[in-house]
């Protein structure tokens, strides 16, 4: 139960860290986007207007994700007896369906102006470019100073890292247009945005979507679980073995653990709970266990059960 509290208060100092990195990242995107709506303006490029399109989405999608970190901090009720966490997931996978919506937008408006191009001014195109550049490189190293694995900060990450890749095309693009006159670099550098966007888009919605529909943490390997307990002296046998994620960075486990009655009565269940409980900690780093102990005499009342 110590071990639980513990990775309990690091899990909330984990997650008010990155409530501050969130604050700073979404003052600094707001900024920018300012600064990339006028240099779209002024310049006319369909590449920085891209960008500060999705630098749009992004000053949303962070607030979204700081809001779910809020909302995650609050204490469960009668029915909520896992509390909020979950709404930093749903915040993950609404930060990339808005990504996946931004690629289709960026293919679009790139397809389009490839046809039709129009005529950029590359010198203020490579200026507001470059401030965009420098502001989300900021923003990224706020974010990956981060060790607590959230998804809903991945999400975020992801947005700034977009927004990163979106302001280097567009002064790679300036600079084309500026020493060559080739002005369909600018709509092919939102096409490559696009492209650079959609695999991470991707696997957020693949990773959020894990949680939510509860599937097994990447890397825990419940047959080599089960393997642990039934080592641990006493156990016969491990069954209804589940594991899942409550939100990012906390892994939950639950089993029904069949033990000799010799056992029992020697140590006792909380000897028994502790050392089940110190196994999965230790080798698999799952501090958010519930064991269900039973007898190896009743085991026969619990076949009865599953058969019913």
Same mark, same amino acid.
């Given at each position: 139960?110590?071990?639980?509290?513990?990775?309990?208060?690091?899990?909330?100092? $984990?997650?008010?860290?990155?409530?501050?990195?969130?604050?700073?990242?979404?003052?600094?995107?707001?900024?920018?986007?300012?600064?990339?709506?006028?240099?779209?303006?002024?310049?006319?490029?369909?590449?920085?207007?891209?960008?500060?399109?999705?630098?749009?989405?992004?000053?949303?999608?962070?607030?979204?994700?700081?809001? #779910?970190?809020?909302?995650? =901090? !609050?204490?469960?009720?009668?029915?909520?007896?896992?509390?909020? &966490?979950?709404?930093?997931?749903?915040?993950?996978?609404?930060?990339?369906?808005? @990504?996946?919506?931004?690629?289709?937008?960026?293919?679009?408006?790139?397809?389009?102006?490839?046809?039709?191009?129009? =005529?950029?001014?590359?010198?203020?195109?490579? @200026?507001? #470019?470059?401030?965009?550049?420098?502001?989300?490189?900021?923003?990224?190293?706020?974010?990956?100073?981060?060790?607590?694995?959230?998804?809903?900060?991945?999400?975020?990450?992801?947005?700034?890292?977009?927004? @990163? !890749?979106?302001?280097?095309?567009?002064?790679?693009?300036?600079?084309?247009?500026?020493?060559?006159?080739?002005?369909?670099?600018?709509?092919?550098?939102?096409?490559?945005?696009?492209?650079?966007?959609?695999?991470?888009?991707?696997?957020?919605?693949?990773?959020?979507?894990?949680?939510?529909?509860?599937?097994?943490?990447? $890397?825990?390997?419940?047959?080599?679980?089960?393997?642990?307990?039934?080592?641990?002296?006493?156990?016969?046998?491990?069954?209804?073995?589940?594991?899942?994620?409550? =939100?990012?960075?906390?892994?939950?486990?639950?089993? &029904?653990?069949?033990?000799?009655?010799?056992?029992?009565?020697?140590? $006792?269940?909380?000897?028994?709970?502790?050392?089940?409980?110190?196994?999965?900690?230790?080798?698999?780093?799952?501090?958010?266990?519930?064991?269900?102990?039973?007898?190896?005499?009743?085991?026969?009342?619990?076949?009865?059960?599953?058969?019913?």
């Amino acid at each position: 139960m110590g071990q639980g509290h513990g990775h309990d208060h690091a899990h909330a100092v $984990g997650r008010a860290e990155d409530r501050a990195r969130l604050r700073l990242v979404l003052a600094i995107t707001c900024t920018v986007l300012v600064v990339e709506l006028v240099g779209a303006w002024v310049a006319g490029s369909l590449a920085l207007l891209a960008d500060a399109g999705h630098m749009a989405t992004d000053a949303a999608a962070i607030g979204l994700a700081l809001g #779910a970190s809020y909302v995650a =901090t !609050l204490p469960g009720g009668p029915r909520s007896t896992f509390g909020y &966490h979950r709404a930093e997931i749903l915040a993950a996978m609404a930060n990339a369906v808005v @990504l996946l919506v931004v690629c289709g937008y960026l293919a679009y408006a790139g397809l389009a102006r490839l046809g039709d191009p129009e =005529t950029v001014r590359p010198v203020p195109l490579v @200026l507001f #470019a470059a401030v965009g550049l420098v502001a989300n490189g900021v923003s990224m190293l706020v974010l990956r100073g981060s060790d607590t694995g959230s998804l809903n900060l991945r999400g975020a990450a992801t947005e700034v890292f977009a927004d @990163l !890749l979106g302001s280097l095309m567009a002064l790679v693009a300036g600079v084309v247009i500026w020493t060559t006159g080739f002005q369909r670099a600018d709509p092919i550098a939102s096409l490559l945005i696009a492209l650079m966007i959609l695999p991470r888009s991707l696997v957020l919605l693949r990773d959020s979507a894990a949680v939510l529909l509860e599937i097994a943490p990447a $890397g825990l390997d419940l047959e080599d679980v089960r393997r642990h307990l039934a080592e641990v002296p006493g156990v016969v046998e491990v069954h209804d073995l589940h594991a899942w994620t409550i =939100t990012s960075g906390m892994p939950s486990l639950s089993a &029904h653990v069949t033990v000799t009655d010799a056992a029992l009565d020697e140590h $006792g269940v909380g000897a028994i709970l502790d050392r089940l409980c110190a196994c999965t900690a230790a080798h698999f780093g799952v501090q958010h266990a519930t064991f269900q102990v039973e007898p190896e005499s009743h085991r026969e009342h619990e076949d009865l059960g599953h058969a019913h």
